[in-house]
């Protein structure tokens, strides 16, 4: 479970949203895979515009789901570059909660998404390298 005094990363999310009742199972908790998909597509964002074009998602690794997403929590998806191949990146995603009259945010999941560019004939395209830091 993620630590009381942790903060969300202080740079801008890729994705913000309100968990709504229709994303919801049957029993009224927010589904695993609609958190999923909002990390998939901020890691998205962040590989197609590294990439300047399209890039498809090939593997999740490592997801862990820290707590649970209430309906009316406000959800922001951050998501970091973290290595680059030849055709892919891999893009760590973490996503947190934050009940919408409250300021303090808690990690409610964490995984990496590997991206592979690719070109129109949907085939794989190379990458630049990330920059020498």
Do not use: C
Request: aromatic fraction near 6%; proline fraction near 8%; hydrophobic fraction near 40%.
């Amino acid at each position: 479970m993620a630590k009381i005094d942790e903060q969300p990363p202080e740079h801008s999310p890729a994705v913000r949203v309100i968990a709504m009742p229709a994303d919801t199972n049957p029993h009224g908790d927010i589904f695993g895979g609609w958190l999923m998909s909002l990390m998939d597509s901020a890691a998205g964002s962040v590989a197609a515009r590294y990439s300047h074009g399209r890039a498809v998602t090939i593997a999740v690794e490592g997801m862990t789901f820290h707590r649970p997403v209430i309906v009316g929590d406000e959800v922001s998806v951050f998501a970091t570059l973290k290595s680059v191949g030849r055709t892919s990146m891999k893009i760590d995603v973490e996503a947190w909660r934050r009940a919408r009259h409250d300021d303090r945010s808690y990690r409610v999941t964490q995984a990496t998404f590997t991206f592979v560019a690719i070109g129109e004939d949907r085939q794989p395209r190379s990458v630049p390298p990330l920059p020498a830091q």
